[in-house]
């Protein structure tokens, strides 16, 4: 099996394990992903809560619990670290409900290769999401692009907006 896929499988039978878990201490789990860096092998949990900004503790607290699940179950036949991060600011979409949450906003889009109409990376409107392919309106128009062609989108954060709302 190819490390890539098997990461994947790993970071799914995670996700299926610790879900509960994680949405019972009312988070969000954003995103699994399960990743060989260097030697080392680490889980990484990224989590979100609406309308609040994550701190250590709610990092900590995630942590503590999903940590005995996994010593029980063991679903991950390798050595590997634990890691618990917030979802940021700016965060990767990935999953189809992280795109259906950010249709409408601007986001910031890495190509694998340019398109006709499109540069390797760009700034646009995420129109609409779905199996076909992902609709950005760039320059004015709007263009859909295979999912297999995209390396990463992520929402863009105005942080004027933020500044101005803590003043």
């Excluded at 503590?64 to 036949?77: H, S």
């Excluded at 634990?82 to 600011?89: D, N, P, Q, T, W």
């Excluded at 795109?99 to 290769?113: L, P, T």
């Excluded at 609409?128 to 950005?136: H, K, Q, W």
């Amino acid at each position: 099996m190819a490390k890539e896929q098997k990461g994947k499988n790993i970071a799914e039978k995670a996700d299926i394990l610790l879900r509960p878990t994680v949405e019972g201490l009312g988070y969000i789990l954003w995103d699994v992903e399960y990743k060989k860096e260097g030697s080392d092998y680490n889980l990484i949990l990224t989590i979100d809560k609406e309308g609040v900004e994550l701190t250590l503790d709610d990092c900590v607290a995630v942590t503590d619990a999903v940590n005995p699940i996994l010593d029980e179950e063991d679903p991950i036949p390798d050595s590997y670290c634990l890691e618990v991060s917030s979802a940021g600011l700016e965060r990767e979409l990935k999953r189809p409900e992280h795109f259906e949450k950010y249709k409408g906003c601007e986001v910031s889009v890495s190509m694998f290769a340019p398109m006709e109409l499109l540069p390797k990376a760009f700034e646009g409107t995420l129109k609409d999401y779905s199996d076909e392919g992902i609709v950005f309106t760039f320059n004015g128009n709007d263009v859909t692009v295979e999912k297999s062609k995209v390396a990463s989108i992520k929402n863009i954060v105005d942080y004027a907006e933020i500044f101005k709302k803590d003043k």
